[in-house]
Structure formats: structure tokens, C-alpha cells
């Protein structure tokens, strides 16, 4: 269990420095279940924060979503560091950034939660469907306790755990300023078992699989909008000289962009899952993900997001690379 008054002080804290801008963290939403992301300017903001297993947002998208809007000529631009909470996998999308120099270190404040994982918020609303003002979730043993007005239900955490979470590999932050309790040692490791049973499919079942993913597909980008990773100033798909992507929501359009935003994540996915928990079709995005993660840990031993030191992966090359793979 997170210490909400650490949390809160040390967002106070942080805010309260000429050089900070503003903390994002969570707060509980107006109804049911639902947080959100809370913003605190001023230390007094500070007191509406929380964490539970409920806070599953990647935060680490919110200093890439800062607006650096063209500054007039007297005007200097506002250089103070944003304050972000994040759990262990958040802060590799943190690490990647800097690594690909998206940010300097300097830009943020990093507030480290040790996770012990967050729920799959389709689990708790298939288990939990109804809709109450007093309702909550905590961590217990095994366990997580439900509170729904007054009422208290025990539920077993493999039921309503994200899956993500049970692979967590690094469920303390890798880099922080400020660490919110005492640090949780790893002890899962991803099996890619998922993907294993998808890989033993023939190339024509795999094609018939995504063709019906991607054909429910509406091209809304809430992927790519939720995704700390997904930063370029214009994106691939919003480009009309040259156009890669035709705007048409069209089979061929959706295999395309899908195919396009995953091969350019490919070792640089964190496997937050924030895309596939954006998408209001529900189409299995982590899959394309966590595949891709796969052979990029089989092919170069590389993980994404892990040492803010390291060159990102597609930034390498060495000289006398034998590169068989050109014919
Ligand atoms: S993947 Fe790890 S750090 Fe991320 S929410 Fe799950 S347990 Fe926490
Ligand atoms: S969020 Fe889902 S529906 Fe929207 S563009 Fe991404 S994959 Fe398509
Ligand atoms: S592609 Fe999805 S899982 Fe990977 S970093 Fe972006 S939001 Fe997270």
C-alpha cells in the first residue's frame, strides 16, 4: 500500500519550487471506480492526490503533450521542469524518452511509486458493472477489497490484475528523484506465452486474425494520442506531401497505420499497454507490441526503457556489421 501523505508531501514539495511548473499525478474521478489524472499548480492541489490500483494511466505522456507555442520576440520561452508520478513502468517510457533525447533530464521531476500492480479496468467493470459514487479498490495480501458503498467484497488479484502486471519486471521505477516508499524487488519475468500460441498460427490464420482487428479499426488515434512514445512532431499519418496513409477507414488504410505505429515502437515500446486500454474497439494492440518486443530481445538481447545511458536501439549500427540481411 502506497502512503498517500508521503505522496501528497512530496508533491508539495515539489511544487512548491520556483523551477516546477506543475505535478501530474491521480485523483479520484466523479463516479464509480474512475481516476484521473489531477494536476497540482499550487501546493494545496496537492491534497486531492492519490494512488490505488486503480491509477493505471502511463503519466509519462504528459511532459511530451507540453505545448511550446511560437514565443514573440521579447518573450522567453518557460523552461520549469513538469512533476510526474509514475509507477516502474511508466518511468521506462521516462528512460526511453531520454534516451532518444525527447527530453533532457533536467525537464522533469520524477515521483517514483514501487507498483505492486493495477487493475484491468474491462475485468472490473465485467466483475463490478454497476455504477455508485462510493466505490474503491486497495490491495490486500492476495487479494484486492472492493468497497461499493459501504459494502466490502474480497476478490483474488489474478482475477482483476492487468496482465501486464503479472510480468512485471520492474516494478519500482528505474529512475526517480523521489521514491515513494521502499522499493519492490522483481520477482516475474515475462513468458510471452500469449504470443507463443499466436506464432504457432499459419501465415493465413495470423492474416485472418488481423484483418478482423484491424477492419473494426476507426482510425480515432486515441492509440497513438495515449502513447508516451508516440511524440513526433507530425505524425506519419497527418502527412499529405508525401501522403503514406490515406484517410479512408478502410481495411487496407487500418492494416497499414496499425502495422506502421507498431514497427515504429519497435524498441521503444515499454509495454505500458496504454494504447490497447485506449482503444474503444478493443483491438488487441499489445499483441503487436509484445511480438515485436519478443524478437527484439531474441534478435539483439535489447529491452526498452531500462538504462537512460544506453543508445536507443535503431540509433546503433557498427561498422563492420556484416549486414547479411542486404542482398
Ligand atoms: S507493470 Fe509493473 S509497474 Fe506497471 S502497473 Fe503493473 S506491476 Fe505496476
Ligand atoms: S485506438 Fe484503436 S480504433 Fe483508434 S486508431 Fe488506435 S487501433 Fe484504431
Ligand atoms: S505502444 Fe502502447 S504499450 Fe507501447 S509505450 Fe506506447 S502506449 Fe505503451
Given at each position: 500500500m502506497v502512503d498517500e501523505k508521503k505522496l501528497q508531501d512530496a508533491v508539495k514539495k515539489t511544487v512548491s519550487r520556483d523551477d516546477v511548473k506543475y505535478v501530474v499525478g491521480y485523483e479520484k474521478g466523479t463516479y464509480g471506480f474512475q481516476v484521473t489524472p489531477s494536476f497540482a499548480y499550487?501546493?494545496?492541489?496537492?491534497?486531492k492526490f492519490i494512488f490505488s490500483?486503480?491509477?493505471?494511466?502511463?503519466?509519462?505522456?504528459f511532459p511530451m503533450l507540453e505545448e511550446k507555442p511560437p514565443l514573440r520576440k521579447d518573450q522567453e520561452p518557460d523552461t520549469r521542469k513538469i512533476g510526474v508520478v509514475v509507477k516502474g513502468c511508466d518511468a521506462r517510457a521516462i528512460v526511453q524518452i531520454l534516451q532518444e533525447k525527447g527530453?533532457?533530464?533536467?525537464?522533469v521531476v520524477i515521483i517514483g511509486i514501487p507498483c505492486t500492480g493495477v487493475v484491468d479496468p474491462k475485468k472490473l467493470q465485467a466483475q463490478f458493472p454497476e455504477n455508485g459514487k462510493n466505490m474503491d479498490i486497495k490491495t490486500g495480501k492476495d487479494n484486492f477489497i472492493i468497497t461499493i458503498d459501504e459494502k466490502t467484497h474480497t476478490i483474488a488479484q489474478d482475477k482483476l490484475l492487468d496482465e501486464k502486471c503479472k510480468h512485471c519486471e520492474y516494478p519500482t521505477p528505474i529512475l526517480y528523484d523521489i521514491l515513494i516508499g521502499d522499493e519492490i524487488k522483481a520477482t516475474k519475468k515475462e513468458d510471452y506465452k500469449e504470443i507463443e500460441d499466436l506464432e504457432k498460427k499459419s501465415m493465413k490464420e495470423k492474416w485472418e486474425y488481423w484483418e478482423k482487428q484491424f477492419e473494426?479499426?476507426?482510425?480515432?488515434y486515441a492509440c497513438r494520442n495515449a502513447c508516451p512514445l508516440c511524440y513526433c512532431k507530425e505524425c506519419m499519418v497527418d502527412q499529405l506531401s508525401p501522403q503514406w496513409v490515406r484517410r479512408s477507414v478502410n481495411l487496407s488504410e487500418n492494416t497499414a497505420w496499425n502495422l506502421l505505429r507498431a514497427f515504429h515502437l519497435a524498441g521503444r515500446c515499454i509495454g505500458c499497454g496504454q494504447c490497447e486500454r485506449s482503444c474503444p474497439m478493443d483491438i488487441p494492440l499489445m499483441q503487436l507490441n509484445k511480438k515485436i518486443e519478443k524478437e527484439i530481445k531474441e534478435l539483439f538481447d535489447y529491452i526498452a526503457g531500462i538504462d537512460p545511458e544506453e543508445k536507443p536501439l535503431l540509433a546503433m549500427f557498427k561498422p563492420d556489421d556484416p549486414e547479411e540481411f542486404i542482398l
Open positions: 499550487d501546493p494545496k492541489d496537492a491534497d490500483p486503480l491509477c493505471v494511466y502511463n503519466l509519462a505522456v527530453l533532457n533530464r533536467e525537464d473494426r479499426c476507426i482510425r480515432c
